[in-house]
T-cell receptor
Framework: SQQGEEDPQALSIQEGENATMNCSYK?????LQWYRQNSGRGLVHLIL?????REKHSGRLRVTLDTSKKSSSLLITASRAADTASYFC???????????FGSGTRLQVQP | DARVTQTPRHKVTEMGQEVTMRCQPI?????VFWYRQTMMQGLELLAY????????DSGMPKDRFSAEMPDATLATLKIQPSEPRDSAVYFC????????????????FGPGTRLTVL
């Protein structure tokens, strides 16, 4: 399937450290998005990177995209306890008209 | 502060009962999505509407699930009859796709309906 796979499944770090999450997918995409989900809440859009882009920044977030390797990474710098959440990548690929979400990375930031 | 709203937030029902979940997309958005989230399956797309027309409901069990958009401000997801395996969190999301634009752009999620079927 096209479902993206995040790696690692779970990550625990100390406040102030950087967190890196990876996403791999299987077929060519139009764009790739990252979402955050706090426990018991809906998903919140973080950042979108198009297939012709290689890197994008938004505040403490940095996303890279390597279409040759079919992978993306999300870097959160100087993490905070409030960054504790699950992070999902989602791909818009081929003719599919909706996003396909990965299984997510659970990030725990220890204060 | 425009948001997607969903009702009810929680629903506990018995097997065999009908369940109706409602979603109000963000005003002006022309696409609506229904997702189901479980620990085992993750986030699955059930149905997708654009300009109130269903474009993709391949992820939805047709025999018991139905999704409609009676008007641009309301989307409904019905399960009849409900089964314990339908227990999950159901999310609605909306977005805006412009003519000539990409198929899918940012989606805005509602808070979800947590359904428990006993």
């Amino acid at each position: 399937s096209q479902q993206g796979e995040e790696d690692p499944q779970a990550l625990s770090i100390q406040e102030g450290e950087n967190a890196t999450m990876n996403c791999s997918y299987k077929t060519s995409i139009n764009n790739l998005q990252w979402y955050r989900q706090n426990s018991g809440r809906g998903l919140v859009h973080l950042i979108l990177i198009r297939s012709n882009e290689r890197e994008k920044h938004s505040g403490r977030l940095r996303v890279t995209l390597d279409t040759s390797k079919k992978s993306s990474s999300l870097l959160i710098t100087a993490s905070r306890a409030a960054d504790t959440a699950s992070y999902f990548c989602a791909t818009d690929w081929g003719g599919r008209r909706a996003l396909t979400f990965g299984s997510g990375t659970r990030l725990q930031v220890q204060p | 502060d425009a948001r997607v709203t969903q009702t009810p937030r929680h629903k506990v029902t018995e097997m065999g009962q009908e369940v109706t979940m409602r979603c109000q997309p963000i005003l002006g958005h022309n696409t609506v999505f229904w997702y189901r989230q479980t620990m085992m399956q993750g986030l699955e797309l059930l149905a997708y509407f654009r300009n109130r027309a269903p474009l993709d409901d391949s992820g939805m069990p047709k025999d018991r699930f139905s999704a409609e958009m009676p008007d641009a401000t309301l989307a409904t997801l019905k399960i009849q009859p409900s089964e314990p395996r339908d227990s999950a969190v159901y999310f609605c999301a909306s977005g805006l796709v412009l003519a000539g634009g990409p198929n899918v752009d940012t989606q805005y999620f509602g808070p979800g309906t947590r359904l428990t079927v006993l």
